[in-house]
């Protein structure tokens, strides 16, 4: 369709698409089903039309959905769709990353049944494959290879295959498909993205696809990029669906904090010789997998369970990991089978305290006696898997107790079966959000085992998780009220970045959407704020608490908030000033074809105690009093808090953006 016309129609219930939802329909259930097909069918709607005599050229758009939450079954049911309603041919275009691939393959070849689908391989042979294009339709998949990319795309143009209309899906299209030079000072592109740039350009009739669960890289290119999606269809998840809510909320009963200083002892480093211990968080992870495998085998829910160890991207520490796990599985066979001594003594307690752990959360757990006999039994058989790029392990169960060691090939889109605990330590200088949130391999379709699941980790890195999983819906929050939005946007630098630097123009580090706040995590309460607060006073004095909200110019909000002092020891990270001045004056300028463009509303409240710090994006506001302004400007809420033990008085602000289709994100790389 043209996106500013009427959806055409779309077939949805022919061949191609019946046989994906023959296998898909089990996974999915009559819910999942009804809403991919909703999915799949908006999507080839915005597509472009193959059997058009002159259709409106090529489309992109973006298939965004959570972690772990289905969006292989969305585009393989829009793939088979697209065939259906006039495709020649389906490119699937996976990463270069053999689990991922051999999954991805696999995927679509048992979906796909009714089509031939290429492996890497298959047009190598330029006789075979003039024959498949002559024959259309089929489908490929291709890694993203630069090499294997290029020999696909010359397997078609000596084919002369520039007709055939194509639906391009690039799966984790914020990964490797970018231009990986944006952010240096050359004009060389890259060749991943030079070679997909060239399959659009070649085949006039076709739509690129992005699908992933992370698309700030897409959205933070400049407006108009060929690559920054000009529609997105948002993958919603099944009711049985975990994802950051269940991990990373404040009332979660699923993580478990670990010492910082473990990670070190992780590192080989660090600890070059294999007598060192696994540290105390480990063995406590490892623990709670054992007690709530052994219950899940016991009570017939499955035949084997993983558990998961993610610390470092070396292959020197993989290693090193493995022989500590070693260890630490043979002293565990000897202890529970000599049953003496104090060893036995302190390993009895601990899977007992493991054990009442996960009471708390899964009341229905098997008899520890029980349980006992069976870590027992199955420990000699746990198999200890590396995956990296030096190792030929798979991500395969074939073990009761299967734990996997690893780094990135552990990461982005690879689905870990029965995942129940996971230990995470992946603590780099500069963290892009994207990449962390692709580590979170305990998302997924896990309900069933959710009261035997736990996530181990550090504070610091739960925190972030935290802050990347608001950022994410606050994302989707806004994707969902403005799917064929044009985002306006700045780019901010800071303590950890939205994706990666040499992808977009500048460094990245957070959002102010539309309709959120951000205030301070706590203000300056010390001698040294008396006369910021004196001054506040003065300005304010005029200003009573009622009516509910005054009107102030840009500038005099921005002087307002220049007089606000925030304790150093908060780390404020969005609040800070340069980025918010920015901020409000963009807005302003957004808002100059319009009566009264320059227009800030102020609340002021008086009398307020507040003592507890806050996190930037959670609010000092409470009771209803978001609705004291409207939300088509800017809203300054300043409250005064009043004197607490030697904590002197002090205006605490936040700042609430209008709502709208837009996302500001800011860089001082100026």
């Given at each position: ?49 193959p ?5 409106a ?19 393989t ?15 699937v ?40 294009v002559?024959?259309s ?71 690129y ?44 009963k ?59 991207l ?45 009471l ?36 395969k ?18 689905t870990?079966?029965n ?45 972030r998780?935290?802050e ?91 002087e ?6 925030v ?98 994100a ?5």
């Open positions: 369709m043209n996106r500013s016309g009427a959806p055409r129609s779309i077939a949805a219930n022919k061949l191609h698409a019946k046989e994906v939802l023959s296998v898909l329909g089990k996974e999915l259930g009559p819910e999942g089903t009804q809403s991919a097909i909703e999915k799949a069918t908006r999507i080839l709607q915005l597509a472009v039309d059997t058009s005599d002159n259709p050229g090529p489309s992109d758009g973006l298939l965004y959905g959570l972690i772990q939450s289905g969006k292989t079954s969305i585009l049911l829009a793939s088979a769709m697209a065939v259906d309603n006039g495709f020649d041919c389906i490119i275009l996976t990463t270069d990353n053999d689990p991922l691939y051999e999954q991805t393959i696999e995927r679509v070849r048992a979906a796909l049944g009714g089509l031939t689908v290429l492996g890497k391989r298959d047009w190598k042979d330029p006789k075979r494959f003039k024959i498949r002559d024959n339709p089929f489908a490929v998949v291709c890694s993203k290879n630069g090499t294997m990319l290029n020999s696909l795309l010359q397997a078609f143009q000596a084919a002369k295959s520039k007709k055939l209309s194509m639906l391009i899906v690039d799966d984790e299209a914020d990964q490797a498909s970018l231009n990986t030079n944006t952010g240096k000072p050359t004009a060389k592109v890259s060749t991943i993205n030079q070679v997909i740039t060239n399959f659009r350009s070649y085949f006039p009739v076709n739509t696809l992005q699908v992933t669960a992370t698309p700030q890289a897409l959205f933070l290119q400049r407006p108009n990029h060929e690559y920054r999606p000009s529609f997105t269809v948002i993958a919603d998840p099944g009711r049985d669906y975990v994802g950051g809510e269940s991990f990373f909320s404040k009332d979660s699923l993580m478990r904090i670990v010492d910082v200083n473990e990670i070190t002892v992780l590192r080989a480093t660090n600890q070059p010789s294999p007598k060192a211990k696994l540290p105390t968080g480990v063995k406590k992870a490892l623990y709670t997998f054992f007690v709530g495998a052994a219950s899940k085998i016991i009570q017939g829910a499955g035949d084997g369970y993983a558990f998961l160890l993610h610390v470092s070396s292959t020197k520490d993989h290693d090193f990991t493995r022989l500590l796990l070693d260890d630490f599985k043979q002293e565990t066979i000897s202890t529970l089978k000599n049953k003496s001594g104090t060893l036995y003594k302190t390993l009895l307690r601990d899977l007992q305290t493991a054990y009442d752990d996960l708390t959360t899964e009341p229905g757990l098997a008899a520890f006696d029980e349980v006992l006999e069976r870590i027992e039994f199955y420990l000699n058989g746990a198999n200890i898997k590396v995956i990296n790029g030096t190792s030929d392990d798979e991500v169960l074939d073990s009761k107790f299967n734990l996997f060691v690893g780094g990135n090939k552990l990461g982005r889109g690879v870990i079966k995942l129940l605990v996971s230990y995470y330590g992946r603590n780099p200088k500069r963290a892009r959000a994207d990449t962390v949130l692709q580590h979170a391999r305990m998302y997924g379709y896990r309900k069933k085992d959710l009261g035997v699941t736990r996530i181990y980790l550090p504070q610091i890195l739960a925190d998780f935290a990347i999983h608001e950022m994410e819906s606050s994302l989707r929050s806004l994707l969902q009220k403005y799917p064929d939005g044009v985002f306006e946007g700045l780019y901010i630098s800071g303590a950890w970045d939205a994706t990666r630097k040499n992808v977009t123009d500048v460094s990245l580090i957070d959002y102010y959407s539309g309709g959120g706040s951000v205030n301070p995590r706590y203000p300056l309460r010390s001698a040294d704020a008396v006369q910021g607060t004196k001054w506040m006073d003065a300005a304010l004095a005029d200003l009573q608490d009622a009516p509910p909200y005054h009107e102030i110019k840009t500038e005099r909000a921005i307002l908030l220049e007089h606000v002092n304790q150093p020891s908060a780390n404020p990270q969005l609040w800070d000033m340069k980025a918010i001045k920015t901020a409000l004056e963009v807005l302003k300028e957004r808002r100059k074809p319009q009566a009264k463009a320059d227009k800030v509303y102020l609340v002021v409240k008086r009398g307020r105690d507040l003592t507890v710090p806050r996190s930037e994006r959670a609010g000092i506001i409470s009771g209803g009093e978001e609705k004291l302004a409207p939300n088509d400007a800017p809203t300054l809420f300043l409250y005064r808090m009043d004197k607490n033990g030697k904590e002197y008085e002090v205006w605490w602000p936040q700042l609430r953006f209008p709502d709208g289709n837009y996302i500001l800011f860089s001082f790389d100026w």
